[in-house]
């Protein structure tokens, strides 16, 4: 079955630093793979996806993720935090063995630090 | 214009009531879904619609049941409410069903608690 997993709770972040927040795919065929914020309250927003193509993808509000064939990852990255950073962070993968729909995983809270 | 709606934004009611969340959206998407997000945060999928037409049921109870009179809406009811039914409940939308490159558009969310 495609899944996707974020190994960590929480992830905490001075201001200012560069940030990553990982996430790992188990898929058959090419994966697609989405990252997705969630801030407090609100409903999941779009931040960014893999198809094909370019390893390095870059999204909404500075946001990045590289994705590794090999080591089967999909980290988000951005080079400087903001405070406005903090939210919860999901990883999802499309499961294209059953009806297609977005496999999501457990989330990851990050945190900035001012 | 917000692109997929959802009412009421919060729902607080007695086990055992029945009560419908709405669902609306203004994309022209054929598919829309249904998911819960429970305390811990986790997102599993409930429902989906393809124009109309039932694709994704989960293991989930009977006591819910979606209705979409239109391929812009998917209405979620649920009978009989039970404590463990308190969650966010998130309404989404896709351009078409099978279009792998696309992600969802999110409502706001519905939190229901039962008392």
């Known amino acids: 079955a495609q899944s996707v997993a974020q190994p960590e709770d929480q992830v905490n972040v001075a201001e200012g630093n560069p940030l990553t927040v990982k996430c790992t795919y188990s898929?058959?065929?090419?994966?697609?793979l989405f990252w997705y914020v969630q801030y407090p309250n609100r409903g999941l927003q779009f931040l960014l996806k893999y198809i094909t193509g370019d390893n390095l993808v870059k999204g909404s509000y500075g946001f990045e993720a590289e994705f590794n064939k090999s080591q089967t990852s999909f980290h988000l990255k951005k080079p400087s935090a903001l405070v406005s950073d903090s939210a919860l962070y999901f990883c999802?993968?499309?499961?294209?063995?059953?009806?297609?729909?977005?496999?999501f995983g457990k989330g990851t809270r990050l945190h900035i630090l001012p | 214009d917000t692109a997929v709606s959802q009412t009421p934004k919060y729902l607080v009611t007695q086990m055992g009531n029945d009560k419908s969340i709405k669902c609306e959206q203004n994309?022209?998407?054929?598919?829309m879904y249904w998911y819960k997000q429970d305390s811990k945060k986790f997102l599993k999928i409930m429902f989906s619609y393809n124009n109309k037409e039932l694709i994704i049921n989960e293991t989930v109870p009977n006591r819910f049941s979606p209705k979409s009179p239109d391929k812009a809406h998917l209405n979620l009811h649920i009978n009989s409410l039970e404590l463990g039914d308190s969650a966010v409940y998130f309404c989404a939308s896709s351009p078409i069903q099978g279009a792998r490159a696309e992600g969802y558009t999110f409502g706001s969310g519905t939190r229901l608690t039962v008392v």
């Open positions: 994309l022209g998407h054929d598919t």
């Open positions: 999802a993968v499309r499961d294209q063995n059953r009806d297609d729909k977005i496999i």
């Open positions: 898929v058959s065929g090419n994966p697609y």
